[in-house]
């Protein structure tokens, strides 16, 4: 039987609804699909905007990485958890001993002129009258000098003076032995090498030295320099006399400072890039890095040593710290993972970096925002840092009161951190993901006093070099590279130590250090041995006394 019309209406209207059902469905995803795009353009444009506004806040805004430890009008949780921990030891116990509130630091004193110019020799200038006004105006008779007042004082620049010495053996000879044809000849020797590598002294050597690595003057600048001065000498020429006589004398200085660090129990370390054009088998733009190792902050002398490598692989650390048994402070690099023997310990100040970039434009008071949250914990454990070592007489002191103040706030700050789900790709979330990685080194301080709870000290010590190299960019060789690292290692040795820069540059110069001498008899020339500091010191003070000499008496003015 035929169907009718209404039956075949029916079945039409059903396949209708199932024709929209199934463009509904096709309609639906493809709208999840737009909304799913659209948000994830909308998290990278968000994400991007971070960018922006990081890289406006590094070009324009402060460097600094410090906040302050509370927000107006929040109160301090840091004091509420411990009161709520224990209200009984919160009662006994006055909150100030807690937890010592954030004092303004005074103002340093404008140093006055007998400070800033204390070493330099003075030479009085008296302001004489002439003969005719020696006579009273009134009668005649001549004035009775009744005393002197100081007038006023300067600051004198001697400009630098070349000489060339040129030196000649006078000879001897016995004239009876003569007669019996056999001569008996003797010269004159003064028990010096006449020459470094090159025609210059041991202070004009170290003249270059020290304008390149601790003024960070070029050689192509010095070399203009020289003209002034009436000489020509070639940026090539200074080249040759750094890279040879460090090689040759500095050497032995510097693998006996690495010696000596290695029998240290504290280490800390940092790296940075340099450029070294003529490399084997390597592109000139190809990177290469200058590392720096330290000692920690276990109060030894100190000591800092840069050196050269082509790559940045973890190897070269693990190669110069081959033999070290101790904690590593040292920045997240994995690099050091390798490094065995050795209990790495986190950098408080590069994850307190991460949330300092983290916190979103206008939002650094926000107390809602998760960075600025993990910042409070941050800026509470340097804080609590900073009146610790202040206050405490000993290691073991710092140890105790680490445990007792800054263990409960890295705790909450762990607790916190567990806490946070932020969006992928987000400058929190790269913040987060920092942290976590290097979560097993966080509380490796809080194991001995002597642990460093930052890397500042080796940030601070690689600076001069990256310093420098904004002025000669980069360097020719490889034996250019690894001489920069030698000559650095002395340069920030003695300022390390507290000595004069040149004099201890040209104090090794004279004593020729080379790799025949003992351990002992290299600690005779280091910068903290307190013969070479009286030394150094006395060379300094006769070369401030030399130009008053030379001026004789005090002269008068008229």
């Known amino acids: 039987m035929a169907d009718s019309s209404k039956d075949i209406q029916l079945r039409e209207l059903k396949d209708m609804i199932n024709d929209l059902k199934k463009m509904i469905k096709t309609l639906q995803a493809t709208v999840d699909a737009a909304n799913k795009r659209e948000e994830a353009l909308t998290q990278e444009r968000d994400n991007l905007k971070e960018e922006i506004d990081l890289l406006r806040k590094?070009?324009?805004g402060t460097s600094s990485e410090k906040?302050?430890?509370?927000?107006?009008?929040?109160?301090?949780f840091f004091n509420e958890a411990e009161l709520e921990q224990d209200p009984k030891a919160a009662e006994a116990e006055d909150l100030g001993s807690i937890l010592p509130e954030r004092t303004a630091k005074k103002r340093k004193a404008r140093a006055t002129d007998a400070e800033r110019f204390k070493g330099v020799p003075v030479e009085k200038k008296y302001l004489e009258l002439s003969e005719e006004e020696k006579l009273c105006p009134v009668c005649?008779?001549?004035?009775?000098?009744?005393?002197e007042e100081f007038v006023r004082r300067e600051l004198v620049f001697v400009p630098a003076k070349l000489k060339v010495y040129e030196y000649y053996s006078k000879n001897y000879e016995c004239p009876q032995c003569r007669l019996q044809d056999i001569p008996v000849i003797k010269k004159g020797k003064d028990g010096r090498a006449h020459m470094l590598y090159g025609m210059a002294s041991a202070g004009t050597v170290a003249w270059v030295?020290?304008?390149?690595?601790c003024n960070g003057l070029p050689y192509y600048r010095q070399e203009k320099d020289w003209k002034q001065y009436g000489v020509e000498i070639t940026r090539a020429t200074m080249?040759?006399?750094v890279i040879r006589n460090?090689?040759?004398f500095f050497l032995p200085m510097y693998e006996y400072f690495h010696r000596k660090l290695l029998e240290r129990g504290f280490a800390m370390a940092d790296e940075t890039p340099l450029q070294v054009l003529h490399e084997p088998e390597r592109r000139a733009q190809t990177k290469s890095y200058m590392w720096?190792?330290?000692r920690g902050e276990d109060g030894g002398p100190p000591i800092i040593l840069y050196k050269y490598s082509e790559t940045r692989a973890g190897d070269n650390a693990v190669d110069f710290l081959h033999g070290f048994k101790g904690y590593l402070m040292c920045d997240g690099y994995s690099g050091y993972n390798k490094v065995p023997d050795a209990k790495r310990t986190a950098c408080w100040a590069h994850i307190r970096r991460y949330l300092t970039d983290a916190i979103p434009k206008g939002k650094a008071l926000d107390y809602t925002q998760p960075s600025v949250q993990g910042m409070l914990y941050i800026n509470q454990l340097f804080h609590l840092e900073d009146v610790i070592r202040s206050k405490s007489s000993s290691f073991d002191a710092i140890k105790k009161a680490r445990l007792e103040k800054e263990k409960p706030v890295v705790e909450g700050f762990l607790s916190w951190l567990d806490q946070q789900n932020p969006t992928r790709g987000s400058r929190m979330d790269k913040a987060v993901t920092y942290i976590q990685n290097r979560r097993s080194y966080l509380s490796t301080y809080l194991e001995d006093g002597r642990c460093?709870?930052?890397?500042?000290?080796?940030?601070?010590a690689i600076r001069p070099f990256t310093v420098g190299r904004k002025n000669w960019l980069f360097c020719d060789t490889p034996n250019g590279a690894q001489a920069s690292a030698i000559v650095y290692t002395i340069v920030e040795m003695a300022k390390a130590n507290g000595v004069n820069v040149y004099h201890y540059l040209t104090y090794l110069l004279e004593k020729l250090p080379d790799d025949r001498m003992s351990d002992d008899d290299l600690e005779l020339l280091a910068p903290w041995n307190e013969n070479v500091k009286a030394e150094i010191e006395r060379r300094v003070n006769e070369s401030n006394q030399s130009y008053v000499n030379c001026q004789g008496a005090p002269t008068t003015e008229k």
């Open 58 to 60: 590094k070009l324009f």
């Open 67 to 76: 906040r302050n430890l509370d927000i107006p009008g929040q109160l301090n």
């Open 140 to 147: 005649g008779t001549p004035l009775k000098e009744i005393g």
């Open 209 to 213: 030295m020290y304008q390149k690595f």
């Open 239 to 241: 080249a040759n006399w």
């Open 246 to 248: 460090s090689e040759a």
């Open 292 to 294: 720096l190792f330290r």
């Open 452 to 460: 460093s709870f930052s890397n500042n000290l080796s940030e601070n």
